[in-house]
């Protein structure tokens, strides 16, 4: 066999023995001053080499064990050797020619157990090479597969330093953590210095997401502290003095526990606000200020009532009038800021503009509206309404879940609000394993759906001529009648008074194709004066059967009045049920009659249901900061109101359940989301008005 080939350091045995006895010349610690005579057997020659290497003779031990690989190139103490002869390589600092050790190892033995220790070895050596980009691209391909603790903390504190060379600091935090988890006690003072550096390089975000991956407490504190000092450096003196009493509390002993209480008493008088007040914002004025004055109402009933309730400092009501304005809305937002408001409710309308500065001056902020994306702004960013994301999971989870349908249409109007529940609709039924079957929008200027409808049940396109021939008697025959054989067909009885039902020879188009009604409901997202012109010619082109779905505009008198008799059995979601048989909702409806003299609706549950929530978070005497009302929103512990159980998640947004409607005769009816009706719409559809 041919001698392994090392890195050009093979030499003849000669010269070998040779150098050895120049090296009697060397420095005690580099070879021995009378070296023995080379041994005869690889394992007699690997005791030399390590006999030597223990005495400190490197330079004695590196040429036994470069002979061992010469002449016995095949001994399974082959892997054994490149690895010391590496790590001698390293002793001496000749990690150029380490690495090729390590590297001509692995190239020859990738599979034996010295493997790994080599793979680590190099990954050290590079390093110190400032090869550090080459350790990040080696490492993946084998991190998950070392074992053993001392190797994964020379591993993980490797893997920190190179990211940290890179400035790339969370990372260089995320490997100390791991490393920290198996470090000896004797090298834990050093990896801490190093955890420390790191993490106050830090920005926010990475604090926040390294909060969420770490598992040493050490770090754990680490972080801590780093997100409050952050804060404070980024003005956000009421987050920094939550985060510092939360760090207090969990690490009195610390070693900055010092520092975080100076830092706290620092911070004291940045973070004094009123927290008897809170701030309203509503378009009292403009095109809104009939839904502004509705939501006052229930606003000022949740006040009275929680001040009722309350033993200390009754609560306080600042309201500014946004105008319906977004420029006039900001600054209201502003002059509660400057008022030192607790908190902040509102506005409906224009709301972007206001939760900007909300974000901005760190005041919790609740939001009604629908607006979608407003909660992205930041995290003092609330909000509590219906939102269609709701409405469509409750409906494709009835109708799949409960009620088994599978195949659904819609049918939309072309505009932003239509396109949305198109899209919602579409991805909370396809997430159930649903379908939609048929799908067309239409002009919501128009008044004619002819064309559309005729699309969505494929008769838009005229019969070809062929096949219409298949439908007449064959002249050259005679009439069909006359035929051999012949036998008329069955034709199914229909009953004229069939709610629902119209005779086909009744109709002008008595040549078109039968309507493809290949599905088992149909969502029409619309407003109670379109469903008006809608839903009747749904009906007279034959789309009958089927279940009628629409949203929360569907809940209003206006539409039983324009199209009562056509959908009925419908069913739709809604954020407020009145007639509702909950105690909750009845004391509610039954108080809100009494001060205003009528029945409230959803606007006015919504904002009585949306200052509760917040009267009851800053009121809590365990909160004594704004950043402590948004962290008791955010616990995702759903509360009760006259709206539904609604919680909020991490992002601001409401989870809420929602009321599920049916209508019958001239009432929505309240139903069990988790029971079918006992009966559906098939059955109470008037016949539509001949043309």
């Known amino acids: 066999m041919m001698p392994i080939q090392y890195a050009g350091l093979t030499r003849p045995i000669g010269i070998i023995l040779a150098c050895l006895m120049i090296a009697a010349c060397a420095p005690r610690g580099m070879a021995p001053s009378a070296p023995p005579p080379v041994a005869t057997t690889d394992r007699a020659l690997q005791v030399q080499a390590e006999t030597a290497y223990q005495k400190g003779e490197l330079l004695t031990a590196l040429d036994y064990y470069q002979v061992l690989i010469q002449n016995f190139p095949d001994s399974p103490l082959i892997p054994q050797a490149f690895l010391k002869i590496g790590r001698i390589q390293t002793a001496l600092d000749d990690d150029l020619a380490a690495v090729d050790s390590y590297q001509q190892l692995l190239a020859i033995y990738p599979e034996r157990p010295e493997a790994m220790d080599a793979r680590i070895e190099m990954l050290g050596a590079l390093q110190r090479l400032g090869r550090n980009q080459e350790i990040l691209d080696a490492a993946p391909a084998f991190a998950d597969q070392v074992q053993g603790d001392i190797r994964r903390f020379r591993l993980y504190t490797i893997l920190g330093d190179a990211h940290a060379a890179l400035a790339a600091w969370d990372q260089a935090v995320y490997f100390y953590d791991l490393a920290m988890t198996d470090a000896p006690a004797i090298h834990r003072a050093a990896l801490e210095e190093k955890m420390k550096t790191a993490v106050a390089m830090l920005q926010e975000d990475q604090i926040e997401l390294l909060l969420g991956q770490v598992q040493d407490e050490t770090v754990v504190g680490y972080l801590s502290f780093q997100q409050a000092a952050t804060m404070a450096g980024a003005s956000a003196y009421d987050d920094a003095v939550w985060l510092l009493t939360v760090f207090l509390e969990r690490f009195p002993d610390h070693e900055y526990a010092p520092q975080a209480r100076a830092l706290v008493e620092q911070l004291a008088g940045k973070v004094a606000y ?237 040549d078109a194709p ?53 959908v009925q059995g419908a069913v739709l979601p809604s954020g407020f049920y009145p007639a509702s048989q909950s105690p909750r909702v009845q004391t509610f409806v039954a108080a809100f009659e009494a001060v205003y003299g009528r029945a409230p609706g959803f ?84 016949p539509a008005p001949l043309p």
């Open 603 to 686: 606007i006015e549950a919504i904002a009585y249901d949306s200052a509760r929530i917040m009267l009851n978070a800053m009121l809590d005497p365990n909160v004594w900061l704004r950043a402590g009302i948004r962290h008791t929103l955010t616990k995702a512990v759903p509360v009760e109101g006259v709206t539904g159980k609604v919680a909020f998640d991490g992002n601001g947004e409401p989870v809420k359940d929602l009321v599920l409607l049916q209508i019958e005769g001239n009432d929505f009816i309240e139903i069990d989301p988790s029971r079918a009706p006992v009966k559906g719409r098939s059955d109470d559809i008037p």
């Open 274 to 510: 009123d927290r008897y007040a809170l701030g309203c914002l509503l378009p009292l004025t403009g095109p809104y200020a009939l839904f502004g004055a509705r939501a006052l109402d229930g606003i000022q009933l949740a006040f009275s009532e929680i001040n009722t309730m309350q033993d200390g400092l009754p609560a306080r009501l600042v309201v500014k009038d946004t105008g319906s304005d977004p420029n006039q809305a900001a600054r209201a937002m502003q002059a509660l800021a400057d008022a030192k408001v607790a908190a902040v409710i509102g506005p409906i309308a224009t709301a972007e503009s206001a939760a900007e500065v909300a974000q901005e001056r760190r005041i919790p902020i609740m939001t009604i509206s629908q607006r979608e994306g407003l909660t992205a702004i930041g995290d003092n960013v609330f909000r509590n309404f219906i939102t269609p994301r709701m409405q469509a999971a409750v409906l494709s989870s009835y109708m799949l879940e409960t009620l088994g349908k599978r195949r659904f249409a819609v049918l939309y109007p072309d505009e932003i609000y239509g396109r949305t529940f198109r899209d919602m609709f579409w991805e909370e039924i396809y997430q159930r394993g649903g379908e939609i079957v048929a799908l067309e929008a239409y002009d919501p200027a128009k008044t004619d759906f002819e064309d559309v409808i005729k699309k969505l049940v494929g008769r838009y396109y005229d019969t070809p001529e062929d096949l219409k021939a298949l439908r007449e008697p064959l002249d050259l025959l005679g009439p069909l009648t006359a035929l051999p054989g012949y036998r008329p067909p069955v034709e199914e009885a229909v009953e004229e008074n069939v709610p629902g039902r119209r005779s086909r020879s009744a109709r002008q188009d008595d």
């Open 514 to 566: 039968p309507p493809i009604v290949d599905f088992e409901a149909i969502l029409v997202p619309d407003s109670p004066k379109m469903l008006g012109l809608v839903i009747p010619q749904l009906v007279y082109h034959d789309v009958v059967n089927v279940t009628l779905l629409g949203t929360n505009l569907w809940f209003s008198e206006k539409l039983l009045k324009e199209a009562g008799e056509y």
